[in-house]
């Protein structure tokens, strides 16, 4: 804001005033007052407009022989904020005396009901009784009129000019939240991962919901998130309801919790002894706001479920649901918080939901809080990531491990060895439970192909032309599913399944142990991608009579595997070639999925790359893995076909 002040002298109709910092003409708004040395209608009308960036200039109806003092205020909002529209307006009435004159200028932009204020100055030529008053009263009937009241007494019919300096001033409309944010595991564990959704908009209309309404009729709640702008600074208020669940579904769900409350009448609360670290550093704000300027959100949230359950309570504190936007990690001193990026209008960031005061213990109430809150759907590099484990077997890489965080405090992402040809620089974030890092021992990369279809390595040779052509079970249409195993897998007999081109697995598939003399594995060759749309099992009984009744089964792809992110287990040894141009960049990648569920790989995975896509965390006090990788033995116990001298290919070290 700047001010100033200048004098309109005897002799003079107007007077320019010149500010120190040119403003913005679109988001600069002029207020004025004057006084008179004299008394009349002419002395104590004053206009004022901003004539360029620079100037300021103050009129009066004409030249005469007093003088006003006039002091101007220039208020200019940051960009993107408030808009400014000004512009002048002659006007000339001949009614009669003490008749209502209406007068309407149509505006150069449009107003918003609610968000927008006319600021209007005038100057007038009339004298004694013969005047268009100095003071009107003006309105916003339309979002593009201004209106312009007052009563005329001029009953001679002099021309009695009055000017209007209008200015209009539109606040911009809060920003409304969009995306998706999600809450993980419970600490009791037992809701699982849900998704938030910050704008009622964000739900797919479907035959159930038709749109953002009330809530009856068949329409969606209407909810969502607003946060102020507009020159509110560090101050500025997020108001509004976030939902928690599966909407269609309604909150007999489990895995529905309901609406996370924004609102300052709800939020303005929270007991002093969960802390004030979430407050602005400049305010003692708790209520939740943000910082137009920096995006950071501060203060508190809260979960409407757990604060009504706590009021059927007796004997509780007051601290079920609240959600902390900003803070501290207690046990590494690790700063979060909430941020909002007001170009793609979403959140990102993480906050805390803690346990809640038991009604009769005083104490803690296990189960009773969320723990950590994601604001967006991703988990890179940030205070608790998605992480990879991998159990009892060793880990190779020819080029290294580079994790983007590493796996929590307690857990490892390998059991025994971590084995790469590079040196250690080439290993970040993946730690073994042994502490043993083997570096510099380069045991070849994926076998490649020879054009025969035999496979060669560093390790040994798979002989895949052999399998094709012992194929028990063939499929050469190009495009393969699940009819290439009905009635084969109990049990695999030790049979070749072949399916020249791609596979999709559309309907789960469960592998059983053998009886008497039948053999439980199974090898099946792909040349094509593998396509994963549903869990894959081994069937869990004893064995009946011999090793060889164990269930076990080998996927060799001569493409990739992708596997779809609603499945959660996969079992055999994925033996993931590519064709014969396939690099890391292209073919004999493995991808786990874009997915919240974390995914159990039960057996082992060779591929020239790995696309870990999981961001399930766990709990708090019980983190998951996104992936984790089980080596079973099975391929050593009971060797698929073609793989009984696999144990070569595998590095093993004494």
């Known amino acids: 804001m700047q001010t100033s002040e200048t004098t309109l002298t005897t002799g003079a109709a107007s007077a320019t005033v010149t500010l120190t910092t040119a403003a ?103 004298t004694g009784t013969e005047y268009p008053r100095n003071y009107w009263l003006y309105d916003l009937p339309t ?102 669940g599966d909407y269609n579904s309604g909150e007999s769900s489990p895995h529905t919790i309901g609406m996370i409350d924004f609102d300052t009448d709800v939020t303005s609360g929270p007991p002093a002894d969960l802390g004030d670290d979430s407050t602005t550093p400049e305010d003692d704000r708790l209520d939740a706001h943000w910082n137009e300027e920096t995006g950071e959100v501060y203060g508190w949230a809260r979960f409407r479920a757990l604060e009504e359950y706590e009021d059927n309570l007796s004997g509780t504190a007051n601290d079920w649901g609240w959600i902390k936007l900003r803070g501290t990690e207690s046990t590494g001193g690790v700063e979060y918080g909430v941020e909002f990026d007001t170009d ?51 880990v190779y890489s020819q080029q ?25 620089t080439t290993i970040t974030n993946f730690d073994t439970q042994l502490g043993t890092t083997i570096t510099g021992e380069d045991l070849g990369g994926v076998p490649t192909d020879n054009s025969a279809q035999v496979y060669r390595g560093a390790l040994g040779s798979l002989y895949v032309n052999e399998l094709i052509d012992q194929a028990d079970h063939v499929d050469t249409d190009g495009t393969c599913d699940d009819s290439l195993f009905t009635g084969q897998t109990n049990p695999l007999e030790g049979e070749v399944f072949y399916c020249d081109g791609d596979l999709t697995l559309s309907n789960n598939l469960t592998s059983y142990n053998g009886t008497g003399s039948d053999l439980g594995n199974g090898t099946v060759i792909v040349t094509g991608d593998l396509v994963i749309e549903d869990n894959l099992n081994y069937y869990n009984t004893t064995i009946d009579q011999h090793i060889n009744n164990l269930a076990s089964i080998a996927w060799i792809v001569q493409g990739s595997v992708y596997i779809d992110p609603i499945v959660t287990e996969v079992v055999g040894a994925f033996i993931v070639l590519g064709d014969s141009d396939a690099t890391t960049t292209g073919d004999c990648h493995f991808a786990t999925g874009d997915s919240t569920l974390p995914l159990e790989v039960n057996g082992l995975v060779m591929a020239c790359a790995f696309d870990l ?32 001298d696999f144990a070569s290919l595998i590095p093993e070290f004494n």
Do not use: M
């Open 344 to 394: 793609t209008l979403e959140f990102s960031g993480w906050s805390w939901n803690d346990n809640g005061t038991g009604p009769t213990t005083g104490v803690e109430e296990e189960g009773s809080g969320f723990g950590w809150i994601k604001f967006d759907l991703d988990t890179s590099g940030t205070v608790a990531a998605a992480w990879l484990r991998t159990t009892q077997a060793d």
């Open 143 to 244: 979002t593009t009129s201004l209106l312009l009241r007052f009563y005329r007494s001029d009953p001679s019919g002099d021309s009695d000019a009055t000017t209007f300096y209008w200015q209009i001033i539109n606040f911009p409309p809060p920003y409304e939240a969009i995306g998706w944010g999600w809450v993980g595991n419970s600490i009791d564990a037992s809701t699982g991962t849900v998704l938030i959704s910050f704008s009622c908009d964000s739900i797919d209309v479907d035959t159930t919901w038709t749109d953002c309404g009330d809530g009856t009729s068949g329409t969606r709640y209407d909810y969502g998130v607003q946060l102020e702008r507009g020159g509110c600074g560090s101050a500025c208020d997020v108001t509004g309801q976030a939902w928690v």
């Open 24 to 126: 913005a003409r679109d988001r600069s708004w002029v207020y004025c007052t004057a006084d008179a040395t004299d008394n009349g209608l002419q002395q104590t009308a004053i206009g004022c407009e901003l004539t360029d960036a620079s100037t300021v200039t103050v009129y009066r109806a004409a030249a005469s022989s007093y003088t006003n003092r006039v002091r101007i205020y220039v208020v200019t909002w940051p960009a993107n904020t408030v808009t400014v529209h000004s512009g002048t307006d002659t006007f000339d009435s001949t009614a009669a005396d003490s008749t209502e004159v209406d007068h309407t200028i149509t505006l150069s932009g449009s107003t918003t009901d609610g968000l927008s204020f006319p600021y209007v100055t005038n100057t007038t030529a009339g």
């Open 400 to 424: 290294g491990f580079n994790l983007n965080t590493n796996a929590p405090v307690g857990e490892y992402s390998a059991t025994y060895l971590i084995i790469s040809a590079g040196d250690v």
């Open 613 to 644: 896509e999981r961001q399930s965390l766990g709990s708090t006090p019980d983190p998951e893995p996104g992936e984790d990788f089980r080596y079973d033995g099975r391929v050593f116990a009971n060797p698929p076909p073609g793989l009984e």
